[in-house]
């Protein structure tokens, strides 16, 4: 019941700049995390950041600490993942997430993915 649509995704040399943006609709009330996850072929499935609804960041992946920086626009209702210094490695669909539940720590609500491609 929540409904999450990403945009944002795309080429771009290493050592540049990606900004993604997850907007959030329905059943906002009830959020109360939101995630960015990656998952490049081959790997596992990557948290990369994670926010609370009300805007506060509560982890970052150490593979991204320090260049990649999660936030929330309040008014839009849209989660922001700004990556800076990307790397190749950092190539993978990027997908938003949220969660209602405070007890466990299930994504129950995702968008399609958004593809991140870092050349070298």
């Known amino acids: 019941q929540v409904q999450l649509v990403e945009s944002g995704g795309g080429l771009v040399q290493a050592g540049g700049s990606l900004r993604l943006s997850c907007a959030a609709s329905?059943?906002?009330?009830?959020?109360?995390?939101m995630a960015w996850f990656r998952q490049a072929p081959g790997n596992e499935r990557e948290r990369v950041a994670v926010?609370?609804?009300?805007?506060?960041?509560?982890y970052y992946a150490d593979s991204v600490k320090g260049r990649f920086t999660i936030s929330r626009d309040n008014a839009e209702n849209t989660v922001y993942l700004q990556m800076n210094g990307l790397k190749p490695e950092d190539t993978a669909v990027y997908y938003c997430?949220?969660?209602?539940?405070?007890?466990?720590?299930?994504?129950?609500?995702w968008g399609q993915g958004t593809q991140v491609t870092v050349s070298s």
């Open positions: 926010i609370t609804w009300g805007g506060t960041p509560t």
């Open positions: 997430a949220a969660r209602t539940g405070r007890v466990t720590a299930t994504y129950e609500n």
């Open positions: 329905g059943r906002t009330f009830s959020i109360y995390r």
